[in-house]
Nanobody, 115 residues
Framework: QVQLVESGGGLVQPGRSLRLSCAASGFTFSNYAMNWYRQAPGNERELVAI???????YYADSVKGRFTISRDNAKSTVYLQMNSLKPEDTAVYYCNVVHQGRAYWGQGTQVTVSS
């Protein structure tokens, strides 16, 4: 069955970088778009980035120019490289895929940006 497992979160100072990973299994990874979302306390869950099987990508305006989504199909893993981090990036970050009409989510990984 579909499983998504995020890793790489932690506490970082403003201006520093962090790379998140999402390991996927239970489906043909290379055929699906993969998504990153985030949710801060008191906020709605926000779409951060998408990467399609073609390699094309989408970014929310709030992260454009700072974050990069990528995928390694051989490892069935999607990444989110986060540079120039700001306190407002603090959130739980989730990996997501829509498979056979159902949305699947990882457990989330906490990113805290604070001095």
């Amino acid at each position: 069955q579909v499983q998504l497992v995020e890793s790489g979160g932690g506490l970082v100072q403003p201006g520093r970088s962090l790379r998140l990973s999402c390991a996927a299994s239970g489906f043909t990874f290379s055929n699906y778009a993969m998504n990153w979302y985030r949710q801060a306390p008191g906020n709605e869950r926000e779409l951060v980035a998408i990467i399609w099987p073609s390699g094309g990508s989408y970014y929310a305006d709030s992260v454009k120019g700072r974050f990069t989504i990528s995928r390694d199909n051989a490892k069935s893993t999607v990444y989110l490289q986060m540079n120039s981090l700001k306190p407002e990036d603090t959130a739980v970050y989730y990996c997501n895929v829509v498979h056979q009409g159902r949305a699947y989510w990882g457990q989330g990984t906490q990113v805290t940006v604070s001095s």
